[in-house]
C-alpha cells in the first residue's frame, strides 16, 4: 500500500514539474522516501523519474537520473553524521539538493525556488512520516 | 556494515547505468527509444497543461481573453500600417516593389512551461510539440500573430525547447522606428540597449525586429513586435540610453504558438 502512496506522489511529482513548475519537486518525494524508506531499491525510481524528466524537459537523458541517484547518495552518506528523520535535515537537504538542481540545470530564481521546495519537502515529510514512519 | 557495502555496489550499478544512457543519447543511439518516450509522455504533459489552465483562479474572462486577442490584432494592424508606410515611401523613392515576407509557418501546441509559480511567475522557456520530426532546427523564430514569442533552443524528435524573448540569455538587435539598438531579457521585462544619446525615442513607441534572417531561416526576421516602450532611461553622461520594453504577449496564458520554419 506504502508503495503505491509513494508511486503516486512520484509520477505527480513528475507531471507536475515536467510541465507546470520548475520546483524540483520529484528530488523532493525521492529525499523524502528515502528518508523514510532507506531502501536501495529506491535509486531504480531515480533513474526512471529522471529519464522522464529529461524527456518533459528536452534534456539530455540520464542527466536527471545522475543527479537523484549522486544525491541520494549523499544523502545515505550522512546518515551516520545526522539523524536524517528530522526536519531541520529534510529542509536543510532538500534545500542544497534543490539550490544544486537549480544551477546546474540553469534555472532563474534560485534561492526563492529553494526556499519553497525546503518547505515543500518538510511538508511532504510531515504528511508522509505520520503515515509510514511509525508503522515500520 | 554489511548494508553499506551493499547500498554503494547497487549506487556504482545505478550511476553507471546512469552514465552509459547520458553517453548514448550524446552518441545518438537513443534516438529510438527517446523518440518511444517523447511520444508517450508528450500527450500526458500536454493533458495536464491543459488541465491546469482550465482551473478557475487561472482560467482568464471571456472578455477580458476576446478584448486582449483584439489589442493583440490592432497593434499588428499598427506595426503593418507603419511598414507599409515606409514601404510606399521606398516605392516612390526608387519604383520598385519589395519582395513580400512570406514566412513557412508550422502551428506547435505548447505541451510544458516550467515556471516558479505556475500561471504568475513569467516563464522563462516552452516546450512545444514539434521537433526535429517536423523539420524544426535550433535558431528558429517562435511567433503568435506578428508578435515574436522567442527563439528553439533545443530540439529532440518531436519536442523544442523555446527561449522566451523575456528569459535572461535572450539578446538580439531590435529597432523602434529608424532607431537601432540590443533588446536584452530581464526575466520579466526587456531591456532596449546600445540606443544613442541622440536618437528620440519615447515612450509608447512600438520595438520591432531589425531582421538577422540567415538563408536557412535561422534568427528573428524583420518587423516582428516585440513589445512597447514603458520607460526610457536617459542620462546625459552616458553614451548610451536605454528603454525598458513590455511585450503584448501573456506568456503564462499561451496554448499554441507557430515556428518559422524558413522564407519561401
Redesign the interface.
Known amino acids: 500500500m506504502s508503495k503505491i502512496f509513494f508511486l503516486f506522489f512520484l509520477i505527480f511529482a513528475i507531471l507536475l514539474e515536467g510541465t507546470i513548475t520548475s520546483v524540483p519537486l520529484v528530488l523532493d518525494v525521492l529525499l523524502v522516501v528515502y528518508i523514510l524508506k532507506r531502501k536501495s531499491s529506491l535509486f531504480i525510481l531515480a533513474l526512471i523519474s529522471g529519464i522522464v524528466l529529461d524527456v518533459f524537459s528536452v534534456r539530455t537523458l540520464g542527466l536527471s537520473s545522475i543527479f537523484f541517484i549522486s544525491f541520494l547518495c549523499i544523502v545515505f552518506l550522512y546518515e551516520r553524521k545526522f539523524e536524517t528523520t528530522t526536519y531541520p535535515f529534510v529542509f536543510f537537504s532538500s534545500f542544497l539538493g534543490g539550490a544544486s538542481y537549480l544551477l546546474i540545470f540553469g534555472y532563474d530564481h534560485v534561492l526563492e525556488q529553494a526556499v519553497v521546495n525546503s518547505i515543500i519537502a518538510v511538508l511532504l515529510f510531515k504528511l508522509l512520516a505520520r503515515k509510514f514512519l511509525h508503522s515500520t | 556494515m554489511r548494508q553499506r557495502e ?2 554503494f555496489l ?2 556504482f550499478i ?2 553507471l ?10 552518441w545518438g543511439h ?1 534516438k529510438f527509444a ?1 523518440l518511444l ?2 511520444k508517450t ?1 508528450t500527450p ?2 500536454k493533458g ?2 491543459t488541465a ?1 489552465h482550465k482551473l478557475p483562479f487561472l482560467s482568464e474572462n471571456e472578455e477580458v481573453q476576446k478584448l486582449a486577442d483584439i489589442n493583440l490584432t490592432l497593434v499588428a494592424q499598427l506595426s503593418e500600417i507603419e511598414k507599409l508606410k515606409k514601404e510606399n515611401s521606398a516605392l516612390r523613392d526608387q519604383f520598385q516593389t519589395p519582395t513580400p515576407e512570406s514566412y513557412t509557418l508550422l502551428p506547435a501546441n505548447i ?9 504568475i ?1 513569467t516563464p ?1 522557456n516552452f ?1 512545444l510539440d514539434k521537433g526535429r520530426e517536423d523539420k524544426v532546427k535550433v535558431g528558429y523564430g517562435v511567433v503568435l500573430k506578428d508578435n515574436l514569442i522567442g527563439k528553439v533552443v ?3 524528435s518531436s ?3 523555446v527561449e522566451i524573448i523575456v528569459n ?1 540569455s535572450s539578446s538580439f538587435t531590435a529597432k523602434t522606428g529608424d532607431v537601432l539598438g540590443v533588446i536584452k531579457g530581464e ?1 520579466k521585462t526587456m531591456t532596449l540597449g546600445n540606443v544613442l544619446l541622440s536618437e528620440n525615442i519615447k515612450t509608447g513607441d512600438l520595438v520591432t525586429t531589425k531582421g538577422d534572417m540567415t538563408l536557412e531561416g535561422i534568427g528573428y526576421p524583420p518587423n516582428l513586435i516585440i513589445g512597447k516602450i514603458v520607460s526610457i532611461d536617459k542620462n546625459p553622461s552616458e553614451l548610451f540610453q536605454k528603454a525598458r520594453v513590455e511585450s503584448f504577449i501573456n506568456f503564462n496564458k499561451l496554448s499554441i504558438v507557430f515556428i518559422i520554419l524558413a522564407a519561401e
Not at chain 2, 546512469?18 to 548514448?24: F, N, Q, V, W
Not at chain 2, 505541451?111 to 500561471?119: A, H, K, L, R
Open positions: 551493499r547500498f547497487v549506487f545505478f550511476i547505468v546512469s552514465l552509459i544512457i547520458l553517453i548514448l543519447s550524446l537513443l527517446s518516450l517523447e509522455v500526458l504533459g495536464v497543461y491546469f505541451v510544458g512551461v516550467p515556471s516558479f509559480i505556475p500561471g511567475t522563462a516546450i533545443k530540439t529532440s519536442l523544442a525547447k535572461n526575466g
